[in-house]
Protein backbone atom coordinates (compact mmCIF):
# COMPACT_ATOMS: atom_id res chain seq x y z
CA UNK A 1 0.00 0.00 0.00
CA UNK A 2 2.96 2.19 1.41
CA UNK A 3 4.61 1.72 -2.06
CA UNK A 4 1.52 2.12 -3.89
CA UNK A 5 1.17 6.19 -2.46
CA UNK A 6 4.82 6.87 -2.75
CA UNK A 7 4.34 5.95 -6.41
CA UNK A 8 1.52 7.51 -6.64
CA UNK A 9 3.16 10.98 -5.00
CA UNK A 10 6.22 10.32 -6.96
CA UNK A 11 4.33 10.29 -10.55
CA UNK A 12 2.01 13.78 -9.97
CA UNK A 13 4.87 15.42 -8.71
CA UNK A 14 7.05 14.33 -12.06
CA UNK A 15 3.62 15.13 -14.03
CA UNK A 16 3.12 18.36 -12.99
CA UNK A 17 6.90 19.49 -12.80
CA UNK A 18 6.63 17.78 -16.77
CA UNK A 19 3.67 19.62 -17.92
CA UNK A 20 5.04 22.98 -16.05
CA UNK A 21 8.38 23.01 -18.32
CA UNK A 22 7.04 21.55 -20.99
CA UNK A 23 4.31 24.09 -21.88
CA UNK A 24 5.99 26.10 -24.41
CA UNK A 25 8.41 26.45 -26.97
CA UNK A 26 9.55 28.62 -30.03
CA UNK A 27 8.60 27.37 -32.74
CA UNK A 28 9.84 30.10 -35.23
CA UNK A 29 12.73 27.76 -35.95
CA UNK A 30 10.34 25.88 -37.82
CA UNK A 31 10.56 28.53 -40.93
CA UNK A 32 12.11 26.99 -43.88
CA UNK A 33 13.04 23.30 -42.40
CA UNK A 34 12.77 20.71 -44.52
CA UNK A 35 10.03 18.37 -42.92
CA UNK A 36 8.99 14.49 -44.41
CA UNK A 37 5.87 13.41 -43.27
CA UNK A 38 4.33 9.76 -43.71
CA UNK A 39 0.73 9.01 -43.58
CA UNK A 40 -0.14 12.39 -43.73
CA UNK A 41 -3.46 12.22 -45.94
CA UNK A 42 -5.95 11.68 -42.75
CA UNK A 43 -6.23 12.55 -39.35
CA UNK A 44 -3.06 13.13 -36.91
CA UNK A 45 -0.27 13.43 -39.82
CA UNK A 46 -2.65 15.26 -42.10
CA UNK A 47 -2.92 17.85 -38.92
CA UNK A 48 0.51 17.30 -38.03
CA UNK A 49 1.55 18.53 -41.78
CA UNK A 50 -0.81 21.92 -41.60
CA UNK A 51 0.74 22.70 -38.45
CA UNK A 52 3.74 22.88 -39.96
CA UNK A 53 2.54 24.50 -42.95
CA UNK A 54 1.32 27.39 -40.40
CA UNK A 55 5.11 27.43 -39.23
CA UNK A 56 6.30 27.82 -42.77
CA UNK A 57 8.29 24.72 -43.17
CA UNK A 58 9.03 23.40 -46.42
CA UNK A 59 7.16 20.05 -46.44
CA UNK A 60 6.74 16.73 -48.47
CA UNK A 61 3.76 14.18 -47.58
CA UNK A 62 3.43 10.97 -48.34
CA UNK A 63 0.87 8.14 -48.42
CA UNK A 64 -0.61 5.71 -50.75
CA UNK A 65 -3.75 7.99 -52.24
CA UNK A 66 -3.20 10.63 -54.71
CA UNK A 67 -6.15 12.84 -55.21
CA UNK A 68 -6.26 13.18 -50.94
CA UNK A 69 -2.40 14.01 -50.77
CA UNK A 70 -2.59 16.50 -53.63
CA UNK A 71 -5.28 18.44 -51.79
CA UNK A 72 -3.28 18.17 -48.30
CA UNK A 73 -0.55 19.68 -49.97
CA UNK A 74 -2.46 22.45 -51.76
CA UNK A 75 -4.15 23.11 -48.41
CA UNK A 76 -0.64 23.39 -46.78
CA UNK A 77 0.68 25.74 -49.15
CA UNK A 78 -2.67 28.11 -48.36
CA UNK A 79 -1.62 27.80 -44.70
CA UNK A 80 1.67 28.97 -45.21
CA UNK A 81 4.22 26.31 -46.31
CA UNK A 82 7.56 27.38 -48.01
CA UNK A 83 6.87 24.72 -50.66
CA UNK A 84 4.47 21.46 -50.15
CA UNK A 85 4.97 18.37 -52.14
CA UNK A 86 3.52 14.80 -52.01
CA UNK A 87 4.94 11.60 -53.07
CA UNK A 88 2.99 8.63 -53.66
CA UNK A 89 4.33 5.34 -51.87
CA UNK A 90 2.70 2.27 -50.83
CA UNK A 91 4.74 1.32 -47.26
CA UNK A 92 4.12 -2.14 -48.11
CA UNK A 93 6.49 -2.00 -50.80
CA UNK A 94 9.59 -2.42 -49.51
CA UNK A 95 11.33 -0.66 -52.02
CA UNK A 96 9.54 2.28 -51.27
CA UNK A 97 11.17 3.34 -48.41
CA UNK A 98 14.93 3.94 -50.12
CA UNK A 99 12.88 6.25 -52.63
CA UNK A 100 10.49 8.23 -50.30
CA UNK A 101 13.78 9.38 -48.57
CA UNK A 102 15.61 10.17 -51.65
CA UNK A 103 13.06 12.15 -52.99
CA UNK A 104 12.01 14.16 -50.59
CA UNK A 105 16.16 14.90 -50.23
CA UNK A 106 15.98 16.31 -53.34
CA UNK A 107 12.52 17.75 -53.63
CA UNK A 108 13.55 20.28 -50.67
CA UNK A 109 17.31 19.83 -50.71
CA UNK A 110 17.95 17.88 -47.49
CA UNK A 111 15.84 17.05 -44.46
CA UNK A 112 15.84 18.39 -41.07
CA UNK A 113 12.45 16.64 -39.58
CA UNK A 114 11.11 13.28 -40.41
CA UNK A 115 7.85 12.51 -38.56
CA UNK A 116 7.25 8.40 -39.15
CA UNK A 117 3.41 8.32 -38.61
CA UNK A 118 2.01 5.65 -41.42
CA UNK A 119 0.29 2.67 -39.85
CA UNK A 120 -1.61 -0.50 -40.76
CA UNK A 121 -3.75 -0.26 -36.97
CA UNK A 122 -7.11 -2.78 -37.03
CA UNK A 123 -8.24 -3.22 -34.06
CA UNK A 124 -9.29 -6.99 -33.14
CA UNK A 125 -9.89 -9.86 -30.94
CA UNK A 126 -6.79 -12.16 -31.79
CA UNK A 127 -8.22 -15.45 -32.30
CA UNK A 128 -5.03 -17.08 -34.30
CA UNK A 129 -6.49 -17.81 -37.43
CA UNK A 130 -4.56 -17.59 -40.65
CA UNK A 131 -6.22 -14.21 -41.10
CA UNK A 132 -4.99 -12.81 -38.06
CA UNK A 133 -1.45 -14.07 -39.11
CA UNK A 134 -1.23 -12.35 -42.27
CA UNK A 135 -2.48 -9.63 -40.60
CA UNK A 136 0.09 -9.34 -37.89
CA UNK A 137 2.75 -9.85 -41.04
CA UNK A 138 1.46 -7.32 -43.38
CA UNK A 139 1.72 -4.41 -40.28
CA UNK A 140 4.73 -5.65 -39.49
CA UNK A 141 6.29 -4.30 -42.41
CA UNK A 142 4.28 -1.25 -42.88
CA UNK A 143 4.34 -0.10 -39.36
CA UNK A 144 7.51 -1.59 -38.33
CA UNK A 145 10.05 -2.27 -40.88
CA UNK A 146 9.26 0.45 -42.93
CA UNK A 147 10.16 2.41 -40.13
CA UNK A 148 13.18 1.41 -39.77
CA UNK A 149 14.21 1.35 -43.55
CA UNK A 150 12.94 5.28 -43.79
CA UNK A 151 14.77 6.07 -40.72
CA UNK A 152 18.03 4.36 -41.60
CA UNK A 153 17.71 5.94 -45.17
CA UNK A 154 17.28 9.25 -43.53
CA UNK A 155 20.03 9.17 -41.08
CA UNK A 156 22.96 10.46 -43.43
CA UNK A 157 20.65 13.23 -44.27
CA UNK A 158 18.99 14.27 -40.52
CA UNK A 159 23.07 14.12 -38.90
CA UNK A 160 24.14 16.71 -41.69
CA UNK A 161 20.98 18.77 -40.77
CA UNK A 162 21.50 18.08 -36.96
CA UNK A 163 17.63 17.28 -37.42
CA UNK A 164 14.93 15.39 -35.37
CA UNK A 165 13.37 11.97 -36.27
CA UNK A 166 10.07 12.05 -34.55
CA UNK A 167 8.60 8.44 -34.40
CA UNK A 168 5.01 8.02 -33.68
CA UNK A 169 4.08 4.92 -31.22
CA UNK A 170 1.16 4.12 -29.31
CA UNK A 171 -0.12 3.37 -26.00
CA UNK A 172 -0.95 -0.12 -27.85
CA UNK A 173 2.76 -0.99 -28.22
CA UNK A 174 3.61 -0.15 -24.48
CA UNK A 175 1.29 0.30 -21.95
CA UNK A 176 -0.30 -2.82 -23.62
CA UNK A 177 -4.02 -3.29 -24.06
CA UNK A 178 -6.27 -6.15 -24.88
CA UNK A 179 -7.36 -6.53 -28.81
CA UNK A 180 -4.51 -5.08 -30.17
CA UNK A 181 -2.17 -7.48 -30.18
CA UNK A 182 -0.89 -7.08 -33.72
CA UNK A 183 -1.36 -3.72 -33.91
CA UNK A 184 0.50 -3.12 -30.48
CA UNK A 185 3.09 -5.85 -30.80
CA UNK A 186 4.34 -3.36 -34.18
CA UNK A 187 4.17 -0.33 -32.05
CA UNK A 188 6.17 -2.32 -28.98
CA UNK A 189 8.67 -2.95 -31.80
CA UNK A 190 8.97 0.60 -32.89
CA UNK A 191 9.52 1.75 -29.65
CA UNK A 192 12.13 -0.51 -28.41
CA UNK A 193 14.11 -0.02 -31.50
CA UNK A 194 13.77 3.85 -31.60
CA UNK A 195 14.58 3.84 -27.79
CA UNK A 196 17.55 1.59 -28.05
CA UNK A 197 19.26 3.26 -31.13
CA UNK A 198 18.46 6.65 -29.33
CA UNK A 199 20.62 4.87 -26.60
CA UNK A 200 23.29 4.22 -28.69
CA UNK A 201 23.66 7.35 -30.25
CA UNK A 202 24.00 8.68 -26.74
CA UNK A 203 27.07 6.17 -25.96
CA UNK A 204 28.63 7.48 -29.19
CA UNK A 205 28.21 10.77 -27.75
CA UNK A 206 26.20 11.92 -30.79
CA UNK A 207 23.43 14.46 -30.30
CA UNK A 208 21.92 14.73 -34.00
CA UNK A 209 19.26 13.58 -35.02
CA UNK A 210 17.48 13.74 -31.78
CA UNK A 211 15.15 11.22 -31.82
CA UNK A 212 11.50 11.39 -29.83
CA UNK A 213 9.06 8.76 -29.30
CA UNK A 214 5.51 10.17 -29.14
CA UNK A 215 3.49 8.04 -27.07
CA UNK A 216 -0.12 8.49 -27.70
CA UNK A 217 -3.45 7.31 -26.58
CA UNK A 218 -7.07 7.56 -27.45
CA UNK A 219 -6.74 10.29 -30.27
CA UNK A 220 -10.02 12.15 -31.14
CA UNK A 221 -9.94 10.15 -35.09
CA UNK A 222 -12.42 8.14 -36.93
CA UNK A 223 -10.22 5.19 -36.68
CA UNK A 224 -9.95 5.42 -32.70
CA UNK A 225 -13.92 5.99 -32.33
CA UNK A 226 -14.79 3.04 -34.75
CA UNK A 227 -12.29 0.58 -32.27
CA UNK A 228 -14.10 2.24 -29.14
CA UNK A 229 -17.21 1.38 -30.68
CA UNK A 230 -15.86 -2.28 -32.06
CA UNK A 231 -14.46 -3.40 -29.33
CA UNK A 232 -16.91 -2.20 -26.97
CA UNK A 233 -15.15 -0.07 -24.44
CA UNK A 234 -15.70 2.64 -22.10
CA UNK A 235 -14.16 6.13 -20.44
CA UNK A 236 -12.36 6.57 -23.49
CA UNK A 237 -12.82 10.58 -24.63
CA UNK A 238 -9.90 11.13 -27.90
CA UNK A 239 -7.40 13.40 -27.79
CA UNK A 240 -7.95 16.38 -29.87
CA UNK A 241 -6.27 16.12 -33.06
CA UNK A 242 -4.87 19.99 -33.05
CA UNK A 243 -3.61 19.39 -29.72
CA UNK A 244 -2.13 16.00 -30.65
CA UNK A 245 0.16 17.17 -33.68
CA UNK A 246 1.03 20.55 -31.81
CA UNK A 247 2.67 18.20 -29.06
CA UNK A 248 4.24 16.26 -31.57
CA UNK A 249 5.62 19.36 -32.95
CA UNK A 250 6.53 20.66 -29.90
CA UNK A 251 8.69 17.82 -28.48
CA UNK A 252 10.35 17.40 -31.58
CA UNK A 253 11.46 20.83 -31.00
CA UNK A 254 12.30 20.27 -27.51
CA UNK A 255 14.48 17.37 -28.99
CA UNK A 256 12.04 15.04 -26.37
CA UNK A 257 13.60 11.30 -25.84
CA UNK A 258 10.06 10.60 -25.09
CA UNK A 259 6.43 12.25 -25.21
CA UNK A 260 2.67 11.17 -24.05
CA UNK A 261 0.05 13.09 -25.78
CA UNK A 262 -2.74 12.93 -23.61
CA UNK A 263 0.43 13.81 -20.59
CA UNK A 264 -1.59 11.63 -17.80
CA UNK A 265 -0.16 8.54 -20.03
CA UNK A 266 3.23 9.27 -18.18
CA UNK A 267 1.49 8.43 -15.08
CA UNK A 268 -0.11 5.65 -16.69
CA UNK A 269 3.20 3.94 -18.08
CA UNK A 270 4.91 4.44 -14.66
CA UNK A 271 2.06 2.68 -12.84
CA UNK A 272 2.58 0.05 -15.33
CA UNK A 273 6.17 -0.34 -14.94
CA UNK A 274 5.56 -0.31 -10.72
CA UNK A 275 2.88 -2.86 -10.86
CA UNK A 276 1.91 -4.28 -14.02
CA UNK A 277 -0.41 -7.14 -12.83
CA UNK A 278 -2.39 -4.35 -10.92
CA UNK A 279 -2.05 -1.92 -13.68
CA UNK A 280 -3.87 -4.88 -16.10
CA UNK A 281 -6.56 -5.54 -13.69
CA UNK A 282 -7.26 -2.13 -13.52
CA UNK A 283 -7.65 -1.85 -17.45
CA UNK A 284 -9.62 -4.51 -17.78
CA UNK A 285 -12.17 -2.91 -15.62
CA UNK A 286 -12.16 0.33 -15.67
CA UNK A 287 -12.49 0.41 -19.40
CA UNK A 288 -13.70 -3.02 -20.11
CA UNK A 289 -15.66 -3.22 -16.70
CA UNK A 290 -14.28 -6.78 -16.60
N1 LIG B 1 -5.83 7.61 -33.78
C1 LIG B 1 -5.47 7.22 -32.58
O1 LIG B 1 -6.27 7.21 -31.63
C2 LIG B 1 -4.05 6.80 -32.31
C3 LIG B 1 -3.72 6.35 -31.03
C4 LIG B 1 -2.42 5.98 -30.76
C5 LIG B 1 -1.45 6.06 -31.74
N2 LIG B 1 -1.79 6.49 -32.98
C6 LIG B 1 -0.72 6.52 -33.99
O2 LIG B 1 -0.78 7.75 -34.70
C7 LIG B 1 -0.38 7.54 -36.06
C8 LIG B 1 -1.46 8.07 -36.98
O3 LIG B 1 -2.70 7.50 -36.62
P1 LIG B 1 -4.05 7.91 -37.36
O4 LIG B 1 -5.16 7.55 -36.46
O5 LIG B 1 -3.94 9.29 -37.89
O6 LIG B 1 -4.02 6.87 -38.57
P2 LIG B 1 -5.00 6.77 -39.82
O7 LIG B 1 -6.11 7.74 -39.72
O8 LIG B 1 -5.34 5.32 -39.99
O9 LIG B 1 -4.07 7.22 -41.02
C9 LIG B 1 -3.04 6.38 -41.40
C10 LIG B 1 -2.19 7.07 -42.45
O10 LIG B 1 -1.24 6.11 -42.90
C11 LIG B 1 -1.38 5.97 -44.32
N3 LIG B 1 -1.14 4.58 -44.68
C12 LIG B 1 -1.86 3.50 -44.29
N4 LIG B 1 -1.38 2.39 -44.88
C13 LIG B 1 -0.36 2.80 -45.69
C14 LIG B 1 0.50 2.15 -46.58
N5 LIG B 1 0.43 0.83 -46.81
N6 LIG B 1 1.43 2.87 -47.24
C15 LIG B 1 1.52 4.21 -47.04
N7 LIG B 1 0.74 4.89 -46.21
C16 LIG B 1 -0.21 4.20 -45.55
C17 LIG B 1 -2.79 6.41 -44.65
O11 LIG B 1 -2.87 6.96 -45.94
P3 LIG B 1 -3.39 6.20 -47.25
O12 LIG B 1 -4.59 5.39 -46.85
O13 LIG B 1 -3.69 7.30 -48.20
O14 LIG B 1 -2.23 5.36 -47.69
C18 LIG B 1 -3.00 7.53 -43.64
O15 LIG B 1 -2.49 8.74 -44.12
C19 LIG B 1 -0.15 6.04 -36.20
O16 LIG B 1 1.22 5.77 -36.10
C20 LIG B 1 -0.90 5.44 -35.04
O17 LIG B 1 -0.33 4.22 -34.61
C21 LIG B 1 -3.07 6.84 -33.29
Given at each position: ?35 LVTGA????G ?16 T ?28 M ?23 VLNH ?31 I ?140
Amino acid sequence: MVRWLDALLVSAVSYAAYSYFHRNVDTSSVRGKKVLVTGASQNIGEEIAYQYAKLEAKIVITARREQVLKKVAAKCLELGAAQAEYIVADMADETAYQSVVQKSVKIMGGLDILVLNHVLGRHFRWNGSNEDLVYLKKSTSINYWSYVEIATAAMPALKQSQGQLIVVGSQAGRPALPNVAAYGATKAAVINFFSSLSMELMLKGEDYPSITICYLGAIDTDGARWATKQIGTKLIKGYPLSDTASGIIKGGLRRDRYIYLPGYLRFFSLIREISPSLFDKAILYLIYGA
